[in-house]
């Protein structure tokens, strides 16, 4: 490998300027409403394509979208996985904010202590998810530009 590939790979490697703009929601919707009426499988849903949205929007390279799905299916009953999981979330949610230009209000430890509570973490994470998007202010999958540092 020469010093010129290395360079490419490295340019490759880092995250883009632009992203898509997610999927505006409503977070009551999101927390009671849907949840209810699909008797829970929305909140797998939601947690698949918040993964998936989040992703397309500040295209990190190693942004994972179905992995943090699967621990909360499969890891979800050692209680361990779903807490890991559900903090990385609020940790990724905290970056979407920085790569916005937002200040980062998300808390990772919030949000995971919430889910214990009625389930509040997904409302809390969506509230935070449609701050970046009220930033954007345009339709979902509309390229936006990216300003915080990666």
């Known amino acids: 490998m020469t010093y010129e590939s290395v360079g490419q790979f490295q340019q490759a490697a880092q995250p883009s300027t632009t992203g898509l ?6 977070p009551l919707a999101v927390w009671l409403g849907l949840p ?10 939601w947690y698949y394509k918040i993964h998936k949205e989040m992703a397309e929007y500040h295209r990190k390279p ?12 499969l890891l979800g009953w050692t209680v361990i ?4 999981t559900l903090y990385k979330t609020g940790e990724r949610i905290r970056y979407a904010q920085r790569r916005a230009g937002l200040e980062e209000t998300c ?11 009625f389930g509040l973490g997904i409302m809390y994470y969506q509230t935070e998810l ?3 998007v009220d930033r954007d202010g345009v339709p979902a999958g509309t390229p936006v530009p990216l300003h915080g540092q990666s």
């Open 21 to 26: 703009a997610m999927r505006r929601r409503n």
């Open 36 to 45: 209810l009426i699909t008797l829970g499988i929305y909140e797998l849903v």
């Open 62 to 73: 190693d942004a994972p979208v179905a992995g943090p799905l699967l621990v909360l299916i």
């Open 81 to 84: 996985g779903a807490i890991a």
């Open 107 to 117: 808390s990772p430890v919030v949000g995971t202590l919430l889910v214990f509570v």
């Open 130 to 132: 449609n701050k970046i």
